[in-house]
């Protein structure tokens, strides 16, 4: 099977949001379990950005939001004869799970991450180039060089009122990307655009090209419409846009 490459653009700022969560969940899952000092402060890093980003006093709120908004798509979809109740009653008991997760919360999510003293410690060192280094944080060398089984033990407590959030948004995208089906489409001298459906607003745009290729896609919209540019990587300069004719795989998750 050919390799393929999918590029994701969201559509509003909810979905970007849960977008660069996700990102930063998939970073520290990969790197927190490796053994190599050098992995584990990959993963602080990445944990230390979401705090940042959890920080927002709404993002609790929005994505309960989200949750409820999904479980009544799902009273709807249950009314299609097409679909399987059982595969319905399983994905509801998640959304309702998330949901239990969120609400369950006694703080604002990674409260505990920003508010321990050995983290503020790192975030305060980091914001200048190399600040991180060992004669600058003599602690955090020293608990670098801790067992693996340690700095584990430590970031899991780190994430954990983090978890819910991070369980409930990679469920919600996932059945935005499950949503639709993928449309073989043509870009016209490598440029696409298409409006949307303002009583069902999409969520996401995938598109899928074939791995390897020199060219990626620009894309840029909002609830009403959106673009894509494919461009050429070149040798050298600016990416530009190719004039050819480009057939590609358009999903557009409405979800």
Not at 26 to 51: C, G, N, S
Not at 163 to 192: N, Y
Request: proline residues 7%; neutral net charge; hydrophobic residues 40%.
């Amino acid at each position: 099977m050919t390799p393929q490459t999918v590029f994701e653009h969201p559509l509003n700022e909810r979905v970007r949001t849960f977008l660069r969560l996700e990102h930063l969940f998939e970073k520290v899952d990969y790197f927190m379990p490796q053994y190599d000092p050098w992995a584990t402060r990959v993963a602080v890093e990445a944990l230390l950005d979401i705090a940042a980003v959890t920080a927002r006093s709404d993002l609790k709120t929005d994505i309960a939001k989200e949750l409820e908004r999904n479980l009544t798509a799902l009273g709807r979809v249950a009314r299609q004869p097409e679909v399987d109740p059982s595969a319905l009653e399983r994905i509801s008991r998640d959304l309702e799970r998330a949901l239990d997760g969120i609400t369950g919360l006694g703080s604002p999510i990674g409260q505990s991450a920003r508010e321990d003293d050995f983290l503020k410690s790192v975030v305060q060192r980091s914001s200048i180039p190399g600040g991180a280094c060992s004669f600058d944080l003599p602690l955090y060398h020293q608990w670098l060089v801790q067992s693996p089984e340690r700095r584990q033990s430590r970031l899991e407590t780190w994430l954990q009122d983090l978890r819910p959030a991070d369980t409930a948004i990679r469920l919600m995208l996932s059945l935005a990307r499950g949503s639709a089906r993928p449309r073989e489409v043509t870009a016209a001298g490598g440029f696409f655009q298409e409006s949307l459906d303002l009583q069902a607003p999409a969520q996401l745009v995938r598109v899928t090209l074939p791995g390897g290729g020199a060219l990626y896609p620009e894309i840029s919209g909002h609830k009403n419409r959106f673009s894509i540019r494919f461009m050429n990587i070149e040798p050298r300069g600016k990416p530009t846009q190719t004039p050819e004719h480009i057939a590609f795989r358009l999903t557009c998750c409405v979800f």
